[in-house]
Structure formats: structure tokens, C-alpha cells
């Protein structure tokens, strides 16, 4: 059907047609992903949303083993912190699951508290115990 | 119907294959007057620029890529710290990049593309290029810049282009790429409509109320701009005109008869973010190196046909299309200096392999009877980059600094002490590596080092008081009080403002308790 669409047609008969045709869908498409389908709303990646207000967010992530605060510094790298602070949630759902795995029978909470541009009050993610919970 | 229009497609077939026997080169498209008509669409595949605008894009582009690689490599530590990894595609959490293979990928990547700038072997250069790149950057969320997935779309969409020259005469020898000749490439529209949705999503994520009244963007813009902004227009004016160029662009960029309009645009509007100073690298250069393409031909033309321009022209050529013996032997007397010269993390490995395939490829060339002059001068111009990027920039002391401050703070001294010796061998002097070390010695017992290493500190800096503290800290657990009174006293001298070194003169003075030791977190 598409083969009798002028223009649409010739292109999708090469290969090179078939992956201009790739590039540019997938290029027009996969930044809706982040509109309608992305469970966070601090991850940007694929989207184009280079300097938008998003990216001014400013988090707080805060995790608590046994009750107990725990800096995060101690165990992953500096650049993590940063990604983390931007408030990534598989980020940060990937280093509680990492200290779900060194501390079984502990209790993880995680405690997300992010501050958006234009906003007053910040918002909180979490709170709950992450080893019962593969998500924020 | 598709099959009814392929008889159509086959018609310039004859005339390139018998342009390709002629070239010997595979990767290029004589494109001889009168053209072949294009197949349909046109607008894919009869997308022509001229050799001149093409030759200026493929060295510039490559060129700027090339050195943004080498000036990642201090980033490198940062990968496979503490085994965590979370990738930008799920697959490849656990196949991310490490410190080791993310540095010599970034060396490599800046080899390959430095070899593209001369247009050696690109049909096969640039998709190994690309297949680094891409691992690099979708193997890790550490790299969260969106240009750099830009970049390695460019570079994906780049494998398709035909960069080499296309064709001399093989009997006569005679030049028959001129700098207007056109060449036909849909892989460079394909990376125009790239940047057009780039710019269309861009304008779209923008069209939101803090972004609109100005919020945003005044956050974001410091220094003399940001002055001028307030003292004219305005942030909220600027934010909108933001969203109005991007749009403009989005339509514009693509479109050969709109160029006249996307050209200045956008070139002033990346000049406009370099004159931010957002820290984003070598973005704003790349992006203005891909309006080259949009810059219409015949400005290219015209600058070709400048007598200077024409004559550097006549000297790569001579260079590029000799046999290359000179140029080897250029590349043994200067390129193992420049490998055995570098402090890069892996460059010397790396550098001798790249002149070990440069020699492979010559000894090729020569028995095939082939021109082969620009593959040693790709590899000494490599070597060159590597260099004058190392000593020109503080990149590989950055790379032992950053390696050094992380696994310190996570609690692995082994690899600490590794990276700080690894620092003090490119730089003796570093204050920061001899405190660090001789901090490390002393914690593992190994005392009569560990106070070497803090004397050097002393000696490197000795307005900087905390290796005095530190040695004055060491002699008090040994109960050498009077010997840790003195060495506070000169920690008091060296920086009388420093604060810690005050707190432990007095308390050890006073007899009281001493102070904690604070938490540095200056020297990354």
C-alpha cells in the first residue's frame, strides 16, 4: 500500500530509501516518548531538550538503610551523584537496588526531593522501602 | 509498482560503474557533466553539493570531532568506578565502558576521524568510528549530553557520504575533480532534515511558561551577557526569539532555496552560544562546522579559487597523491619522538600501533602500485593532535587528578595510590598527588615514604599548609608533641588564614582535643 503513495513509494523500493525513511520517523517519533510515555520526567535522553527548564531542576536524593542515613559519596563515583542529583530515577532505582543486594534484610528508603524551576513548594519522589519496589 | 519503478533506478548505473573502474575508488561518484538523472525522489537522491564545500566539511567536521575525543579522555576514570553502570539503552548496563577501555576508545576515535579529516579509507574509518562512538555513549548514563547523541547520529549518518575525492584520470593522470564539481550524496540531506528535527524538538520543549516569561534562560546566562540581555530586551523577548530561530531552522535548515536564510541564522545563533559559555564542550563548534553545509556553494567556489587556497590545495595534493616514502620516513623521525613525548593514559600503545598500520598500509600500497602518501601523514597528524592536546591542555594530569580523587573518596587506596604515582610521573612537582600519596603511605604504615611524599607537598606548595598539618597530625600519634607543635607552627606560617591549621596549633598547644580532620573535596 505504501509503495503506491508517490514519492513514498520509490523511496521505501532501496535500501537507502527504507533508511532515510528509518532515520527520519524514528527522529519525528521517538522524542514523543518523553510527552506521553516517560515515567520520569527528568530524563531528557533522546528528546531534544537541550536547555529547557526541566534540566534546571535541582534534587535531593536521600537514602536511609535500617533507619540510618547513608552517603551515597561511599559508594558510587561523583558523576553518579550528579546524574542522580538531576534526578534520574533508574539512576538512583539501580543504586538502591545495588544497596538492596549488599545489605539483604535491610530496609532501603529512598527519599527524592526535587525543586523545579518556577515552583515553590519541591516535589518528593519515594519514601518507601526500594527492595519491595523495583520503582519510585 | 515498486518493482516497476526499479528499470528506472538502473539507468545511471552504466556511466558510475564505469566511473568507478576508472577512479579505482569505491567509495566515490564521478559526477561528470551532463549528470545522470537522479532516481526519485530528487529530493533524496539527487541532493548535490560541490567537491569544495564537501572537502571543507569533511576536514573541519572530522577535525573538530577529533579533538573533542582526545579532551574526553580526562572523563575516563569516571567509567567503571566501583562497578556501577546504568546505560542510555538498558542492554548494555553491564557492557558499559571502563576507565581503561573508555580512554583508549576516545584516543581511537580521535585517530580514526583525524584519518577521515585526510580522507583515508572513510568507507571504513567512520563506521568503526561510529560503532566506538555509539558504545561510548549509549554504554553509559554518565555521558548525559544530548549533543553527543547528536554527534553520534552525525557520524552514523556520515558512513553514507562519499568524503573521498571523487576521481582522477588513471591514464592521464589528469585532475578531473575541480572545485565545483558536484557530488551527489542523500546521506548529507539525511543529516540537514537530522538537524531540522532536532531544531523542531528543541523549539517544542521550550513552549513552557517557565521557559516563555524568561525564568529559564535567565538561569542559565551569566557574565557580560547576561548584563547586555537585561539591559535591552530583555529575557522574556530573548526566550521567544529562541523558540522563533529554532523554528526558522527546523524549515529552513533542509531546504537549498531557504539556506540564504538558515546560513547567518543559525551561524549567529550557535556564535551566540559560545558567547554564553555554557559548558558543553565543543558543541557550539560543531554545530557552527555543520552549517558549512548550509553555507550555499558558491561561496566554497569562490574561496577555492583564492590563489593561497589553491596553493595549499596543490601542496596536500602532492603530499596525499606521492607514493608516501618521504612522508614514512617524516613519520619515523618525528612520529616515535611525539609517541614516546605523550603522557596521554595508552597514547604510546596506541601511537605505535597507529604507526605500525601506517607502515602496513604503505607496504600495501607500494605493492599495489597505489598513491599512498596520506596515510603517513594521517598518522603523524594523530600523533601531532594527541601531543599538542596533552601539552597544551591539563588533560592527562586531569585524568590521574579525577582517577586519584574518586577512588580515595569511595575508600579504594589501591588504585588511589596508583593513580596519584601514576600523576607524579607526568607531573613531579603536583602538590596535590604528593599530599594525597604521602597520606595514603602513612595510613598504610608505610612512614618513611609517606613523609617523603608530604615534604614534597611542602616543597610544591609551601603557601598551602595542609601537608604541614598532615605531618604535624603523624608526629602527634607518635607522641612526638614538641616535633608536631613545630610542624603546626610552619602550617600557621605557610597560610595564616587556613583555618585547620590554626584549630590544630592551638588544640595542640592548649593540650585539648584535636579537631577532626575535614572531609576535602577541593582537588576532584
Redesign the interface.
Known amino acids: 500500500m505504501l509503495a503506491n503513495i508517490p514519492h513514498l513509494g520509490p523511496l521505501l523500493s532501496t535500501w537507502r530509501g527504507r533508511l532515510i525513511a528509518l532515520v527520519v520517523v524514528s527522529q519525528l517519533l521517538l522524542p514523543l516518548h518523553y510527552y506521553f510515555g516517560r515515567r520520569d520526567p527528568h530524563d531528557e535522553r533522546f528528546a531534544w531538550r537541550m536547555f529547557s527548564p526541566m534540566r534546571m531542576a535541582q534534587c535531593s536524593p536521600e537514602v536511609r538503610i535500617d533507619g540510618k542515613r547513608f552517603e551515597l559519596s561511599s559508594e558510587f563515583h561523583e558523576a553518579w551523584l550528579e546524574t542522580a542529583r538531576r534526578g534520574r530515577f533508574r539512576v538512583l532505582e539501580q543504586m538502591t537496588a545495588r544497596l538492596c543486594k549488599k545489605n539483604p534484610s535491610s530496609e532501603v528508603v529512598l527519599r527524592l526531593s526535587c525543586q523545579y524551576l518556577g515552583q515553590k513548594q519541591p516535589v518528593v519522589y519515594g519514601g518507601f522501602n526500594m527492595c519491595l519496589s523495583d520503582e519510585i | ?3 516497476k ?2 528499470p528506472q ?1 538502473s539507468k545511471p548505473r552504466p556511466a558510475r560503474a564505469a566511473a568507478r573502474n576508472e577512479a579505482d575508488l569505491p567509495t566515490a561518484r564521478v559526477v561528470n557533466a551532463p549528470q545522470a538523472p537522479a ?3 530528487a ?3 539527487g541532493f548535490e553539493v560541490s567537491w569544495a564545500k564537501l572537502l571543507v566539511a569533511r576536514v573541519v567536521i572530522f577535525g573538530i570531532l577529533a579533538l573533542d575525543a582526545v579532551l574526553q579522555v580526562r ?1 575516563a576514570p ?1 567509567y567503571g ?2 562497578d ?1 553502570n ?1 546505560a ?1 539503552l538498558g542492554f548494555l ?1 553491564s557492557m558499559g565502558p571502563g576507565r581503561v577501555a573508555y580512554g583508549g576508545c576516545q584516543l581511537a576515535i580521535a585517530a580514526l576521524l583525524t584519518f577521515a579529516v585526510f580522507g583515508v579509507a572513510t568507507r571504513y574509518v567512520l563506521p568503526v568510528a561510529t560503532v566506538l562512538y555509539a558504545w561510548l555513549y549509549f554504554g553509559s ?2 555521558d ?1 549530553y ?2 553527543h ?1 547528536l554527534v553520534a ?1 552525525v557520524l552514523a ?1 556520515a558512513c ?1 557520504v562519499p568524503w573521498q575525492r571523487p576521481s582522477r584520470d588513471r591514464d592521464s593522470g589528469r585532475e578531473m575533480t575541480a572545485p565545483s564539481t558536484p557530488v551527489r550524496s ?1 546521506a548529507l540531506r ?1 543529516l540537514l ?2 538537524l531540522g ?2 531544531y523542531l ?2 523549539a ?3 513552549l ?4 516563555l516569561d524568561g ?3 535567565s ?2 546566562i551569566v557574565g557580560g551577557l547576561r548584563s547586555m540581555i537585561e539591559g535591552t530586551v530583555g529575557f522574556a523577548v530573548v526566550s521567544v526569539m529562541v523558540i522563533v530561530i529554532e523554528l526558522t531552522l527546523a524549515f529552513t535548515v533542509w531546504l537549498r532555496p531557504a539556506w540564504k536564510i538558515a546560513a547567518p541564522l543559525g551561524l549567529l545563533f550557535h556564535l551566540g552560544i559560545v558567547a554564553t559559555g ?1 559548558e558543553i564542550g565543543l558543541f557550539a563548534y560543531v554545530m557552527l562546522a555543520l552549517y558549512i553545509l548550509v553555507i550555499p556553494d558558491r561561496i566554497w567556489r569562490g574561496a577555492a579559487e583564492i590563489s593561497a587556497v589553491e596553493m595549499l590545495g596543490k601542496a596536500t595534493r602532492a603530499i596525499t597523491d606521492s607514493r608516501g616514502q618521504i612522508m614514512l620516513g617524516l613519520l619515523a623521525v618525528v612520529g616515535v619522538p611525539l609517541v614516546v613525548f605523550n603522557r596521554l593514559p595508552h597514547a604510546r600503545t596506541l601511537g605505535f600501533l597507529v604507526i605500525g598500520i601506517a607502515v602496513v598500509a604503505m607496504t600495501i600500497a607500494q605493492i599495489k602500485k597505489r598513491r599512498g602518501g596520506a596515510v603517513p601523514a594521517a598518522a603523524l597528524a594523530v600523533l601531532m593532535l594527541w601531543t599538542v592536546v596533552d601539552r597544551s591542555t591539563t588533560v592527562a594530569i586531569d585524568y590521574y587528578r579525577f582517577w586519584g580523587g ?1 577512588q580515595r ?3 579504594d587506596r589501591d588504585q588511589a595510590e596508583r593513580a596519584y604515582r601514576g600523576m607524579l610521573e607526568i607531573e613531579p612537582t603536583s602538590e596535590i598527588a604528593n599530599f594525597y600519596l604521602g597520606r595514603i603511605l602513612l595510613a598504610d604504615g608505610r612512614d618513611p615514604e609517606g613523609l617523603e611524599r608530604l615534604h614534597d607537598a611542602q616543597h610544591d606548595e609551601p603557601r598551602r599548609a595542609r601537608a604541614f598539618v598532615e605531618e604535624a597530625r603523624w608526629l602527634a600519634t607518635q607522641g612526638k608533641r614538641l616535633e608536631a607543635i613545630a610542624k603546626a607552627k610552619d602550617a600557621v606560617f605557610a597560610d595564616p588564614s587556613d583555618a585547620e591549621a590554626k584549630a590544630f596549633f592551638d588544640s595542640l598547644q592548649g593540650g585539648g582535643k584535636q579537631p577532626n580532620r575535614p572531609k576535602p573535596d577541593d582537588d ?1
Open positions: 509498482m515498486a518493482k519503478k526499479r533506478r532516481p526519485a525522489p529530493f533524496w537522491f572523563h569516571r568506578a566501583s556501577f546504568v542510555n548496563d548514563q554518565l548525559s544530548q549533543h547523541y547520529l549518518i553514507f542523500w539525511l532534515v537530522e528535527i532536532m524538538w528543541a517544542i520543549s521550550k513552557d511558561t517557565v521557559w525564568t529559564t534562560l538561569t542559565q555554557f574518586s573518596r569511595i575508600g576532584l
